[in-house]
């Protein structure tokens, strides 16, 4: 099985946002240690910066990936309050979410910041899963589309065929995420995740075999997330709130081992 682009691996995980202090998140890092995934399941969790070095280490010997939630491009200097790409992988996190719709709504992030992003994180060997999604009004008006794809191209501008075999994807309709969000209707995203897999061919050319991991993210939960990853053009799931709790997490993630098996298996 290929490390990425295999049509068979299903990535699923979990943004713990602003939650768990180090002691809370250490705790949790030990539940999930001993756990295996299903095969052909690639599991991954975002702590927050202040336990991404205790997390890490908790699950260094387990197949959990562990990435940071944000990261800004700069390598050092005098950016009060920023954390660079060396110092995530310094902490042993191999992963960085990047342009999560919480930080392009209340922190001024950009398509252009984004592509920054992107590439200092490669750059420094971090796997980047760029977050890209569309407002309730673009969601209304039917441009969804227009605005994933313009997101999708700016934010894997000038990235080379080997870059783009470590980049992933996560769909979340801005609509779609938190408490008082909706979950996107299975057809809908499947609609989506069709139309973003040719955006994709284009970004990485006619010739590309590289297939980029297209996930989804947006209210996620033990209700919907089969009828997620039975979509063909759905190669994960990327869950906040309901995979907070580790028990919670595993079991969404055990409840899928039938459907990655049939993948597995095709
Ligand atoms: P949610 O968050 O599952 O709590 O809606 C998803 C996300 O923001 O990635």
Redesign the pocket.
Known sequence: MRFTGDKKTVWIGT?WKMNKGPAEAVAAARALAAFRPPEGVRTFVNPPFTSLKDVSAVLQDSPMIVGAQNMFWEDRGAWTGEISAPMIAECGASMVVIG?S?RRQHFGETDWTVNLKVRAALKHGLRPLVCIGDTLDEFEFGVSQETLARQAKIALHGLSQEDFARVLIAY?PVW???AA?RPAEAPFVSQIHTKLRAVMQDITGPDSTVRIPLLY????SQANIRDYVALPDVDGV?????GWEPADFMKLIDSVSTLVSARVDA
């Open positions: 943004n999560h919480e979340e779609a995420i938190g969000g993210g947006g209210s996620v990327l869950i906040g709130r309901a």
